[in-house]
């Protein structure tokens, strides 16, 4: 069965870092790229970042270029998500997802995790 | 990057009616669209991928269809277990992508 764990978020002040982590398991980590995809309260669903399976190919939204950075220990079977420089607008539910299709990467996603919350405010 | 539009924010139906929910991009994604049903309080879940074909364990009810920049989400007789909000996702862009803002479908 497929398992996304998400953790780390918190509340935080503006302008201060975060570092977000999904454990995964239940398939083979290595082969499947990894997206966070968050939710703003009471809004849609926005994709923040995307990292392909050999952790070499990156992707990012416009608004957390130079501020986001994806990673993942595929020994670990994990990804993570380190967020700086945070202000208001990065108030939001972060979802990490697994793309269904195996060695794809930036399409669309079969099995997500609960979330975790991340509030940014002063 | 491309802006995905679901034009309906929310749409009222009743029991057993046939609902369609319409999404529109910016500009052509090919075949590559794909929908989600999010309950509140819950992950989205995958319904449909490549405009129409159905994710499994999803009932027949729903179906896609579509092409380039027209996209259509059909519940052929709605369930009162529907009820959620419907996202339609593009990834025809791999370096962008980019979901619709939700369909909230009420009963």
Known sequence: EVQLLESGGHLV???ESLRLSCAASGFPFSSYAMTWVRQAPGKGLEWVATIGGDGYTKYYTDSVKGRFTISRDNAKSTVSLQMSTLTADDTAIYFCAKERERGSTGDFFDYWGQGTQVTVSS | DIEMTQSLSTLSAS???RVTITCRASRSVSMWLAWYQQKPGKAPKLLMYATSTL???????FSGSGFGTEFTLTISSLHPDDVATYYCQQYDDHVGLTFGGGTKVEI
């Open chain 1, 13 to 15: 002040l503006p302008g």
């Open chain 2, 55 to 61: 994710e499994s364990g999803v009932p027949s009810r």
């Open chain 2, 15 to 17: 029991v057993g009616d």
